[in-house]
């Protein structure tokens, strides 16, 4: 995806903030899918900006403000619209005037395709002179889950080893020895509700059992192993007392059954298009994969207690 990069002073990077509705947020919504919106805004900074130099210092320009990195895939790239009130989004009015908070998403790309961007983040982060990485969110597994034909699209030993490799790289790393990071889980996907009304108890079963080999509903059950997955690999990184998991998968039902009075049911969990399951309602996801605003919210939400609950010294106010 190409890029648009807003480089300036403060009415740069305030021009992102849901409170000032500023140009970074108003081009965000229009380039939305086509064009990253890059801000590169430093707050209380003179900026002597000369043709002869276009290529000025950024990392030496943002050693004044600390940042969050938030790196994934699609659910991570559009976190940051105003539309969906994104968990980037969400962070950048959190932390307005306190950091930066970089979009590192992708949309389409899996653990695998992720490894140059990886690459290409932790350089920056660690170049000379460039701002501290306080936090490093990894938002991954939602296309890597998927199953096409017979197996994943990236299967979970690639994957696991992949996400391993991220932690390592970061938890080794001198410059960012002092960066936090959070593993999110991908959320269910969801599928059409039917209550198959008009169905014997056998033809439902007969169905159900069929369905139960598409790829769909594989997909829907490797999210779920993956979430899981996730989740272990980052107790296995307790002891670090750097990396933490958030089970998305979790929160986003656990949300949904609240709101609407549900009774969870593991045989027939919400969005997995068995007959007689349930689905999320509008609102939840934009389509089958991709998170709306009450999605987002619970994500927002969830991430943002986590943070400063489990570092207090990350919340806003004490930056």
């Not at 034909?149 to 030993?157: A, F, H, L, Y």
């Not at 490799?165 to 059409?192: H, R, S, W, Y």
Request: hydrophobic share 40%; proline share 6%; aromatic share 12%.
């Amino acid at each position: 995806m190409p890029e648009f990069v807003l480089f300036g002073d403060s009415l740069t990077e305030w021009g992102f903030s849901e409170a000032t509705q500023g140009f970074g947020r108003f081009l965000q919504q229009q380039y939305r899918y086509k064009v990253g919106i890059v801000n590169e805004g430093r707050v209380g900074l003179d900026l002597v900006m000369r043709f002869e130099e276009p290529a000025a210092d950024m990392a030496a320009l943002s050693a004044e403000q600390p940042e969050i990195v938030l790196f994934g895939a699609s659910m991570t790239e559009w976190s940051f619209t105003r539309e969906t009130h994104g968990f980037g989004w969400y962070l950048t009015d959190k932390y307005v005037g306190k950091a930066r908070v970089v979009n590192e998403g992708r949309a389409g790309y899996t653990s695998s395709s992720l490894q140059d961007d990886f690459a290409r983040v932790i350089r920056r982060a660690t170049a000379p002179d460039a701002p501290q990485t306080l936090l490093f969110t990894i938002f991954v597994g939602a296309n890597d889950a998927c199953v096409f034909g017979d197996t994943e699209k990236v299967p979970w030993p690639v994957f696991s080893e992949n996400i391993r490799g991220f932690l390592d790289t970061i938890l080794t790393e001198q410059a960012m020895e002092n960066t936090k990071i959070v593993l999110i889980t991908p959320p269910p996907i969801n599928g059409p509700a039917d209550d198959g009304e008009r169905l014997s108890q056998k033809q439902i079963e007969d169905m159900n059992r069929a369905k139960k080999e598409w790829p769909r509903y594989k997909t829907y059950m490797n999210k779920k192993r993956y979430a899981e997955g996730l989740m272990q690999i980052a107790k296995e990184y307790e002891e670090t007392e750097r990396v933490a998991g958030l089970n998305f998968w979790q929160l986003i039902v656990d949300a949904l059954m609240k709101e609407e009075g549900w009774q969870y049911d593991p045989e027939l969990p919400p969005g997995c298009g068995l007959i007689g399951a349930k689905s999320f309602p509008k609102g939840w996801f934009t389509d089958g994969l991709h998170l709306d605003v009450k999605g987002y919210a619970v994500l927002s939400k969830g991430l943002f207690k986590l943070i400063t609950t489990k570092w207090p010294e990350l919340a806003p106010e004490k930056l």
